[in-house]
């Protein structure tokens, strides 16, 4: 009989791997915009300081979510090969991440006053996200 768990075990380790970083991310991302910052602000803390908070963290956790999805892409990478790669969903999510991460950098040192386009991309990143959170992780497929 099968089991449900991969063979390889750095087949494994690399599912392990994924759902870890997909975790910190993701979790982080929609944590930050919709829990601590609206907490926050209900609070009653000054208007200011709060958007310092986010002016501090929302770079730092959009760093962490590219680093996480390169991470997640080696991982695909691996399982599915280059080919594999661009044609599965999860790569194209990742693909996208890495060049909103890529973008938000690039404007944020640009254009630092563009508020609402760092925080489109911030939302798009966060939507990714959560769309991947939807899909299998490599080697949790199922087969039929």
Known sequence: MKSATPDRPSLRAGTASWLLAQTFWVGG???????????????????????????????????????????QALVLWEVRGLAGFWRDQRGQLLFTVIVMVAVYFAVNHAAPDAQRWLLFNYLVLALCGLLLVLQPAPGREARF
């Open 29 to 71: 991302l929609w944590l930050l915009q919709f829990v601590v910052l609206p907490s926050l602000d209900k609070a009653g803390l000054a208007p200011l300081l709060v958007e310092s908070v986010r002016a501090v963290l929302q770079p730092l956790l959009v760093g962490f979510a590219g680093f996480c999805a390169l991470l």
